[in-house]
């Protein structure tokens, strides 16, 4: 994870579990949900839409509670 990007979190907003996996496997955009940081970019959305429908992906819903 020597590569990670600086997104600049707070203090009053907490990390889901998941959020180390979710920057390593592409997250470049955060949005806040009952005060847990939850990723929303992953790229390319039409890349994403295929994966989900012909193969599999991992949603990080921690911020679900």
């Known amino acids: 994870m020597g590569d990670l990007v600086d997104f600049g979190f707070g203090t009053q907003i907490r990390k889901s579990p998941y959020f180390e996996a979710t920057v390593k496997w592409g997250a470049t955009a955060f949005s806040v949900y009952n005060h ?23 949603c990080d819903v921690a911020v679900e509670r």
Do not use: T
């Open 36 to 58: 847990m940081y939850i990723p929303r970019d992953f790229g390319d959305p039409e890349q994403n839409f295929w994966n989900l429908v012909n193969d599999a992906i991992l």
